[in-house]
């Protein structure tokens, strides 16, 4: 039941015969976890929670840096160095203290997106980055969730909703991951700030659409848009029971991590500090841009922004290791693989997960000091 101070804050919902009471009551009785606390998950978040969605589950390993303020809005300079999904989940409670959140300071990996999607009645995917993409769209699948979908590349954002009562799923759309240098990139390429948060907001509204029962669901529609033009498309897609049927279980896949990796050889974070520590310390190439290079680096890098790559190939040794790292991985995944293609180095070794894995061991290690 609703109390009377949730009757005055929802009352424009309340109002709406398609929603009511009952609808209300049902945003409050649902569990929305939402992956990613970015550009996409802002405004996800933001609306959901104002919306009365009873309870939110945040996942996000990364912390607020400067570049993301430009589009990210839930945050802010006070906020810079902290950890994005508790201060979200503060941020939400200031927005509405009704509304519970459920933190989860990680990176979604195959170890814990069982126990993550299980938990919730709809999983939203706000994530950047392909693996985490199919890696939700097989859990979703396993534990017959929705999933809604959304993704941006400098003026374009789509948006669709996966395994909705039993219509499409993300590999009927896409079968296939793409490579590494054919995957687009916001930290190499940029994105215009409005564009997250047109994009979320459709996100969000699909998602209440489907805790309600609520209208068209973009259920086999893949909704597209030009910030440029201002034009909309929906392509239709079919579901394919060969790709339909692909859950954790059952995916070709032994490690999604390596989706859109082909050919790059990986190296953990462990194993690095422990090389870092030998007599014979790999050669650390860092391919971000200078001002996040200036913000912190490994110990004794060097930079080489991806974005100027060729004019520094030179310098690179050709004998000995190599470990090419970046933010999380997927520039540095490119990196590699140009520098394999076209120059034909063989000793490279790409840090899995880049410095956001380096600082989540470096602060595990803190904790059980």
């Known amino acids: ?79 810079l160095g902290q950890p994005k999904a508790a201060t979200a989940a503060q941020a939400l409670r200031r927005l509405n203290p009704l509304i519970n959140t459920e933190v989860f300071n990680c990176r979604l990996t195959l170890g814990n997106v069982r126990e993550l999607v299980s938990k919730f009645d709809v999983v939203i995917d706000g994530s950047d980055n392909f693996p985490t993409r199919y890696l939700l769209n097989d859990a979703c699948v396993s534990f017959d969730k929705p999933l809604i979908s959304g993704a941006i590349y400098k003026f374009e954002g789509q948006v669709s909703v996966f395994n909705y009562q039993g219509g499409p799923t993300y590999r009927c759309l896409f079968p296939q991951p793409p490579s590494a240098q054919e995957a687009p990139n916001c930290d190499a390429t940029g994105v215009l700030g409005v564009l997250p948060g047109l994009v979320g907001m459709a996100q969000a509204t699909e998602a209440l659409k489907v805790v309600l029962d609520l209208g068209e669901v973009l259920s086999g529609r893949l909704w597209l848009f030009d910030a440029l033009t201002f034009q909309t498309r929906t392509l239709k897609f079919a579901r394919r029971p060969e790709q ?10 032994t490690d999604y991590a390596e989706l859109c990796s082909a050919g790059v050889t990986s190296i953990s974070v462990q194993e690095l500090h422990a090389q870092l520590a030998s007599e014979h310390p790999p050669f650390l190439l860092d391919v971000r841009e200078p001002h996040e290079f200036a913000a912190g680096h490994l110990p004794g890098a060097t930079l080489l922004p991806l974005s100027s790559l060729e004019r520094g190939v030179a310098t690179l040794p050709k004998h000995h290791p190599v470990v090419v790292y970046c933010r999380s991985g997927a520039r540095s995944t490119k990196a590699v693989e140009r520098l394999q293609t076209d120059f034909g180095l063989t000793n490279l070794l790409n840090l899995e997960g880049g410095m956001l894995a380096w600082e989540d061991a470096a602060m595990g290690d803190e904790v059980m000091r």
């Open 1 to 79: 039941m609703l109390t009377s101070e949730e009757r005055q804050i929802y009352r424009r919902h309340l109002q709406l015969p398609e929603i009511g009471e009952a609808g209300q009551e049902r945003l409050k009785a649902a569990r929305v976890l939402v992956v990613g606390a970015g550009g996409l998950g802002c405004p996800i978040l933001q609306y959901l929670a104002a919306a009365g969605v009873g309870t939110l589950g945040i996942v996000d390993a990364d912390k607020v840096d400067r570049s993301n303020l430009q589009r990210q809005i839930l945050y802010g300079p006070a906020d």
């Open 244 to 253: 339909a049927v692909l859950n954790l279980d059952t995916a070709n896949t």
